[in-house]
């Protein structure tokens, strides 16, 4: 039996601790035995519908009182678990089905598993020519036992935040997710009988799935799970349950915070909330601004919120979830350097004076992972020098599912190119500039789209993390970028143009360059991924 399943029966047999779902309205706790009881009879299910060890299953469900058993089900055929993105009401349904049609044909899934909200997609999956089970139905099997499980088996194909037209899966194995569980329990100083986790993440993210849900599943962790549709119907729903279950980790992207600091000053009282109690807020999955993290802590002070509690973090699928974290207690270290020496010579000098550039540390690697900074050439960088970010260890995935097949990640000594560019200080945190693909290059600087979206950002009537750059003419000696914000008053022609003339000045100051053109779009035109994240690449077309 692999470490990961036999780790998470035992978990089973002998926690106390569990999984709370269905707040606000109808909470209702299931300690971690009880959720292997339902996935024993899932795993019944399963078995008579013919899964069995190695084959690929596909996940369509909304609730994670459903998704967790199912996950664990799933593991005790000696399946691997894929779960597909969640069609949201601003989704484009043929688009979504057209997508979702790639990703089942690409794992090879002969069976998918499926429950409400998205019931409707039920015949328009039967139609594949896949098995379609419904969750509901597979409870009402007769429990069975566990299939024998190796470390090498793949426990779950994670889809890449761009999957569009060409999906691809990161291939995560039982070894994979014990090794950066193992770490991540090490570098949060986690207390499985005392801390309680509350997270609304996605479980189709890796973030919310692996590490917000599986992991703790794993070691038997208290949490509090909702929905991200739970979150944005009401964002103080987090304070609220941070609140009543005495809550010490949470984690969200940069995005949420910022949200969530304007909701508490807008609409709560000081001291409504009690948020004294967390002691890790991690913040990752995109760049962490500076800025915002600081704005959260102050609005936070009212309600208890530590500065220390928050905590920036690194991490992909690639790395099964997490790569660094901060070191708990030490809340966000900010590394501040001459901005125009990141741009031009690629250094990161530590500067207090002229024009510099504030960066939030991605804390120290976890055990059992090596970094490495290196340029176009693959020579390797001293510290403060900014290149490609490659990793190395027992966490990271070998490779990818793809409609062509398998694809290695690694290269012959093991290092994983990120795609992401940054830099190690001499303390040996991380700090991440951008993505290589993203960065625009204008007469030998990098100018890089966090510090643009985040000044257009600063412009009155622009929506909070609806600005986008998008860079124009790639590649070539006349390299330039355009911009686009999403706005409720786009249809107001003076609005529109202040706003035009704010962004290019708010540009001009922070990069010292003008955008080709800014445009004002309505309020979910621009693209993002299903986890939030900006899809610069896909936004080209808003700005010609």
């Known amino acids: 039996m692999s470490t990961f399943t036999e780790t998470m029966y035992e978990t089973a047999r002998s926690s106390p601790k569990g999984l709370v779902t269905g707040e606000p309205d109808c909470p209702v706790r299931h300690t971690w035995g009880e959720v292997h009881d339902r996935a024993r009879r899932i795993a019944g299910g399963l078995a008579a519908a013919g899964v069995g060890h190695h084959d690929a299953v596909a996940l369509l469900a909304g609730a994670p009182a459903e998704i967790a058993p199912t996950g664990q089900g799933v593991w005790m055929r000696g399946a691997s678990l894929t779960m597909l993105h969640q069609p949201t009401p601003r989704t484009d349904l043929a688009r979504w089905a057209e997508e979702t049609t790639a990703v089942i044909k690409m794992i090879g899934a002969t069976t998918v598993v499926i429950s409400d909200p998205f019931m409707a997609a039920a015949p328009l999956l039967s139609e594949l020519g896949v098995g379609v089970l419904v969750i509901d139905e597979l409870l009402g099997s007769s429990p069975i036992c566990p299939v024998q499980t190796s470390d090498d088996?793949?426990?779950?194909?994670?889809?890449?935040?761009?999957?569009?037209?060409?999906?691809?899966?990161?291939?995560i194995t039982h070894r994979n997710v014990v090794a950066n569980a193992e770490a991540m329990f090490l570098g949060a100083s986690v207390d499985i009988e005392s801390d309680v986790i509350v997270s609304w993440l996605p479980l189709?993210?890796?973030?919310?799935?692996?590490?917000?849900l599986t992991v703790p599943m794993f070691y038997g962790v208290e949490l509090v799970k909702v929905t991200p549709m739970d979150f944005l119907r009401d964002t103080l729903l987090w304070a609220k349950l941070i609140d009543k279950y005495r809550a010490t980790m949470t984690a969200a992207p940069n995005f949420a915070y910022n949200l969530f600091a304007k909701r508490l000053r807008k609409l709560a009282r000081p001291g409504q909330f009690d948020l004294s109690t967390l002691r890790w807020a991690l913040s990752g999955?995109?760049?962490?601004?500076?800025?915002?993290?600081?704005?959260f802590c102050e609005a936070g002070k009212p309600f208890g919120l530590r500065p220390e509690a928050i905590l920036p973090a690194?991490?992909?699928?690639?790395?099964?979830?997490?790569?660094?974290?901060?070191?708990?207690?030490?809340?966000?270290?900010?590394?501040?350097?001459?901005?125009?020496m990141l741009a031009v010579l690629h250094r990161a000098v530590p500067a207090t004076k002229g024009k510099t550039r504030r960066l939030a540390t991605l804390g120290r690697l976890l055990d059992g992972l090596e970094a490495r900074i290196v340029d176009e050439d693959d020579n390797v960088l001293p510290a403060r020098c900014v290149g490609v970010i490659e990793m190395r260890g027992e966490s990271v995935t070998l490779g990818y599912t793809t409609m062509a097949g398998f694809v290695a990640a690694q290269d012959d000594h093991g290092w994983y190119d990120t795609g992401d560019l940054g830099y190690l200080t001499e303390s040996g945190r991380i700090v991440v500039c951008g993505r290589v693909k993203d960065v625009i290059i204008m007469a030998g600087r990098n100018?890089?789209?966090?510090?643009?979206?985040?000044?257009?950002?600063?412009?009155?009537?622009?929506?909070?993390?609806?600005?986008?750059?998008?860079?124009?003419n790639a590649g070539h000696r006349r390299e330039t970028f355009a911009v686009a914000v999403e706005?409720?008053?786009?249809?107001?022609?003076?609005?529109?143009?202040?706003?035009?003339?704010?962004?290019?000045?708010?540009?001009?100051?922070?990069?010292?360059?003008?955008?080709?053109?800014?445009?004002?779009?309505?309020?979910?035109?621009i693209p993002k991924t299903p986890s939030g994240k900006l899809r610069r690449a896909h936004s080209l077309a808003l700005v010609n």
């Open 153 to 171: 088996d793949i426990a779950l194909l994670q889809l890449t935040s761009g999957s569009t037209g060409a999906p691809k899966a990161v291939q």
């Open 204 to 212: 189709f993210h890796d973030m919310g799935m692996t590490g917000y």
């Open 285 to 295: 999955a995109e760049q962490v601004e500076p800025a915002d993290v600081e704005d």
């Open 314 to 340: 690194y991490g992909m699928a690639e790395t099964t979830v997490a790569a660094s974290f901060t070191e708990c207690g030490a809340g966000m270290v900010v590394d501040e350097v001459d901005a125009d």
């Open 447 to 472: 100018i890089y789209p966090t510090d643009i979206e985040r000044a257009a950002a600063r412009v009155s009537g622009v929506r909070a993390g609806c600005a986008v750059a998008v860079r124009l």
């Open 487 to 525: 706005s409720n008053n786009w249809e107001d022609p003076a609005e529109v143009r202040r706003m035009q003339h704010g962004v290019a000045h708010e540009v001009v100051a922070e990069v010292d360059v003008r955008p080709r053109n800014v445009v004002v779009l309505k309020p979910g035109m």
